[in-house]
């Protein structure tokens, strides 16, 4: 059973814009993680946030986290092509790590 | 950069065969798994394995499925007899441990007809 869930499904912007994608989930984490996969091949992790953190950076990257609320946003600022993908944010449970549905993102040249 | 290898990287097989899928993880990560991901969807967990014990294989369908990791490094996952509900990517990654980031191979595309 998946854990995340994102949203937008999918997401179209024009190259430039910036890109925010969200993510819910049900139980408490230790940490939340996002990744990236393009098509055919497998993911990679972007960036990762503790359960005690409410943002983080990573060069065109920021994700929050609201424990709270039980959920975090990624956003990609000045996007570019290629950053054309699928987004994933996965929950550390502590005993396992499981994935979101995810966020089809196209950015337009 | 060390990388995760799988193999192979596309299968085709017919139902009710036999199949069998290959990992390598990173050298020194202990903790490795298998996850298969359907056109569209998330990666869904089948194992997890720390050294070469199975933590979580609550996923796993056990009367079709197997995986094991005997030296605690390599890893096989194999499905007999396959369906056709099983053509899916199979994904398998590493993490240095259970909390770290997980690092993925490419996968391998099953096809069954």
């Known amino acids: 059973s998946q854990q995340g869930e994102e949203d937008p499904q999918a997401l179209s912007i024009q190259e430039g814009e910036n890109a925010t994608m969200n993510c819910s989930y049900k139980?408490?984490?230790?940490?939340l993680q996002w990744y990236r996969q393009n098509s055919g091949r497998g993911l990679v992790h972007l960036i990762l946030?503790?359960?005690?953190?409410r943002e983080k950076h990573s060069g065109r990257l920021r994700v929050t986290l609201d424990t709270s609320k039980k959920s975090s946003s990624l956003l990609i600022t000045a996007s570019r092509a290629a950053d054309t993908a699928s987004y994933f944010c996965?929950?550390?449970?502590?005993?396992?790590?499981?994935f979101g549905a995810g966020t089809r993102l196209t950015v337009k040249p | 950069e060390a990388e995760v290898a799988q193999s192979p990287r596309y299968k085709i097989t017919e139902k009710s065969q036999a199949v069998a899928f290959w990992c390598d993880p990173i050298?020194?990560?202990?903790?490795l798994y298998w996850y298969r991901q359907i056109l569209g969807q998330g990666p869904e967990l089948l194992v997890q394995?720390?050294?070469?014990?199975?933590?979580?294989d609550s996923q796993l369908p056990k009367d079709r499925f197997s995986a094991e990791r005997l030296k605690g490094v390599d890893s096989t996952l194999k499905i007999q007899p396959a369906e056709l509900g099983d053509s899916a990517m199979y994904l398998c990654?590493?993490?240095?441990?259970?909390?770290?980031?997980?690092?993925f191979g490419n996968g391998t595309r099953l096809t069954v007809t």
């Open positions: 990654a590493s993490s240095l441990t259970k909390n770290s980031p997980l690092h």
């Open positions: 996965a929950t550390d449970r502590g005993m396992d790590m499981r």
């Open positions: 050298s020194g990560h202990a903790t």
């Open positions: 946030i503790r359960s005690n953190e």
């Open positions: 394995f720390q050294d070469e014990s199975v933590v979580d």
């Open positions: 139980t408490s984490i230790n940490n």
